[in-house]
């Protein structure tokens, strides 16, 4: 059974980076399309970034597109969340979760799975 861990939030000050991290364990994650996802305080969680299987694609949704890029690191079995020049409103807890086919329904987080327990980011000065 597929199980994802998130890591690497913080406090951060706006303008600044932080390099999330989702790592895999009990099957390999090349075999799933990973999302992020965040939830901010008092609004319903929405998807911020998708990678597709063998690296089929990453998607962006526009509120992070030139800020955030995705990735895999396939020998470690773990997909990585760059965020760059952050905005108090990037504020939330990042979780990812895993589809066995697509990317498709990212934004709305449809048939993800596997949840992780999420990590937290504030952006603020």
């Known amino acids: 059974q597929l199980q994802l861990v998130e890591s690497g939030g913080g406090l951060v000050q706006p303008g600044g980076s932080l390099r999330l991290s989702c790592a895999a364990s009990g099957r390999h994650l090349d075999y799933y399309a990973v999302g992020w996802f965040r939830q901010a305080p008092g609004k319903e969680r929405e998807g911020v970034s998708c990678?597709?299987?063998?690296?089929?694609?990453?998607f962006y949704t526009d509120a992070v597109k030139g800020r955030f890029t995705i990735s895999r690191d396939k020998n470690g079995n773990t997909v990585y969340l760059q965020l760059n020049d952050l905005k108090p409103e990037d504020t939330g807890i990042y979780s990812c979760a895993a589809h066995w086919f697509s990317c498709d329904t990212y934004e709305s987080s449809r048939d993800f799975n596997s949840w992780g327990q999420g990590t937290q980011v504030t952006v603020s000065s």
């Open positions: 990678i597709g299987i063998d690296d089929g694609g990453a």
